[in-house]
């Protein structure tokens, strides 16, 4: 019996939560990364007697729509899944309910639901260093309760009551397009890493605003620190979400 640690995690945030509740799932764990562009997801088949954990990150208030598309390929085969949605301290909405429609429609067995907190992968000053050692002993303390209910019940596990609305709230555009400055030695790294497939390797420089979905792996993979995006944008919208985001936000269980 084994883990599927599920992700879609340009910064590396969402990874960081994941990896905590797998860890403290105390079995063997395989990962499957949803932000490689190259993975044929469709050859994926998860085994009924594994748990998957299935874990992203809120995009203003919404699963990433290429996470949702891949993950739909994925066959679950009825496999008992936690959901996780990652949030900067701001809201996760409606991400956790169409998440758990997702994993449904592709075959998982949604057990229980989490919503975690990690750092802002564009604000960082949002949520700083989370998730903490607070967050960590939380996290772990959920992933005991998880083991608990499978023990108990696991020819019938019952599904958790998920927050969220249907219809979804209407998903927002990209907004912010990174762009290389000076610093860019043309390595190409950005385009090979790119989830979307949005930076042309004729064109480093910039990316296709139709593609981008503003998830900052490029800006965190560049190894010369080139690429960015527009200072007075990221500012102006810190400054929107100040009051928001000024209040620790707790992590959250549903079983």
């Known amino acids: ?10 910064t590396g945030g969402t990874d960081k939560v994941a990896e905590i509740i797998t860890k403290a799932l105390g079995m063997p764990v395989e990962k499957i990364d949803l932000s490689d562009a190259e993975t044929n997801y469709a050859s994926l088949n998860l085994e009924k007697d594994d748990i998957a954990v299935i874990a992203v990150p809120s995009y203003g208030g919404r699963v990433p729509g290429l996470a949702a598309q891949r ?23 409606d991400t956790l309910i169409e998440l758990s429609d ?6 998982f067995k949604v057990i229980a639901a989490i ?11 949002y949520a700083a260093g989370r998730p903490d050692a607070e967050d960590k002993d939380e996290l772990n303390g959920f992933a005991g309760k998880i083991a ?27 907004g912010l ?12 790294l950005c385009a090979k890493a790119c989830p979307a497939r949005a930076i042309s ?8 605003g139709k593609k981008c979905i503003s998830c900052m792996r ?28 000024s209040v620790r936000k707790e992590n959250e269980l549903y079983l």
């Open 1 to 10: 019996m084994k883990v599927s640690q599920i992700t879609f995690s340009p």
């Open 71 to 93: 993950l739909f390929n994925i066959q679950g085969n009825q496999t008992p899944c936690v959901i996780v949605c990652v949030y900067g301290n701001r809201a996760y909405e």
């Open 102 to 107: 997702v994993a449904e429609k592709s075959g």
């Open 115 to 125: 919503a975690a907190v990690a750092e802002h992968s564009i604000m960082h000053q």
């Open 148 to 174: 608990e209910k499978i023990k108990d019940n696991p020819a019938g596990i019952s599904a958790p009551q998920i927050p969220g609305n249907r219809p979804y709230k209407k998903a927002g555009g990209a």
């Open 177 to 188: 397009v990174p762009k290389a400055g000076k610093n860019c030695t043309s390595c190409g």
């Open 201 to 208: 390797r004729e064109n480093l420089k910039t990316a296709d």
């Open 218 to 245: 490029c800006v965190v993979k560049c190894p010369q620190s080139a690429r960015k995006v527009n200072g007075a944008m990221v500012s102006a919208a810190a400054l929107a979400m100040k009051k928001v985001c």
